[in-house]
């Protein structure tokens, strides 16, 4: 199966159990829901809504990066390359929500949601209340289609933080899942592949192998930050009200230096048109043995933009 583990089932719970012992003040592991696994924060907070996010076995941090103080309650994973069992997240949400709720937030995959819709259905069965958030930010795929048939990238970072931020400020349940499905939809995420030596670009691959909808030859880095932002542009649109957030997610053959290059040159090619309210750089979402990046925009008009004041910062993962 994996070097690390002896069988599949073994890999998640034993990768939990570690984060946990590497940052006690930080994480606990939920034991028994194997070969799935739960992440929870150290402390909990069952007087507000709780937020449980949860995906397939990534790499890093996203998914079980993104719990902890000021982000969500909980991550449940499944194994590598697949959704999480609903067991699994019913256990979680049973075991956190039963004051104020729980907001399933996850991204919008067949198998993830097929999951979280169970274990919304079991968790309501118990007297808990529910709500769901899908994102579907990756704009590389279902062109043509409604937004909702996308799937999701590392976009949700942000909606995290909405919901996480409104949960604190001790918001029911139904507002805030209102503000992220608000921040869900003003978002769009571009996957830029590249081979260096070639000089070879492509827009929109999926990190399951889809094929990409734009090639280029002989590019440049400032010539592909300045289509990065036309073509995400163009799918967003800003409105003149709204703030505009940027996210640049390095694949995992990219470079530190590198990264940060063409984030230098993805601002410069955005603030041409319009200032950025942020920019935050790093290895978010490293699913893809390749080069590139991933490109997110958020666009956040006053209520969404006092939700993400300031800055998430814990152990290096800060948006």
Known sequence: MHWFAETREDYC????EAMAGAF?????????????????????????????????????????????????????????YTAPSAYALYEAGLALGREKGVLLLYNNYMGDYL?????????????????????????GQAIGEPRENRGGRIGIAYVIRVAAEAARRGLPLEEVARLARKAAARL???????????????????????????????????????????????DVEPRADERVYMLVNRLRLTSYSDSFVMAGCLKAAFEKRRPLAQMRVGGYMQVM???????????????????????????????
């Open 24 to 80: 006690p003040e930080r994480w606990r592991a939920m034991e028994g829901q194997s070969p799935s696994a739960v992440l929870l924060k150290r402390a909990p907070t069952p007087d507000r809504v709780q937020v449980i996010i949860s995906g397939g076995g990534s790499n890093g941090p996203f998914i079980p990066g993104f719990v902890g103080e000021g982000m969500a309650d909980a991550a449940v994973v499944g194994p590598p």
């Open 188 to 234: 769009s995420t571009l996957c830029v592949t590249v081979d260096p030596e070639l000089s070879h670009v492509t827009y929109g691959k999926g990190f399951s192998d889809e094929p990409g909808f734009l090639e280029r030859d002989g590019a440049t880095v400032a010539g592909t930050a300045e289509e990065t932002v036309e073509l995400l542009l163009k």
């Open 13 to 16: 719970p034993r990768w939990f």
């Open 289 to 319: 043995d390749v080069y590139g990046y991933t490109v997110t925009l958020l666009c956040a008009d006053a209520e969404l933009d006092d939700y993400l004041a300031g800055s998430l910062a814990g152990d290096g993962f800060l948006l």
């Open 115 to 139: 999951n979280n819709d169970m274990a919304d259905e079991l968790l309501r069965l118990e007297g808990v209340r529910v709500e769901q958030v899908l994102c579907c930010d990756d704009m």
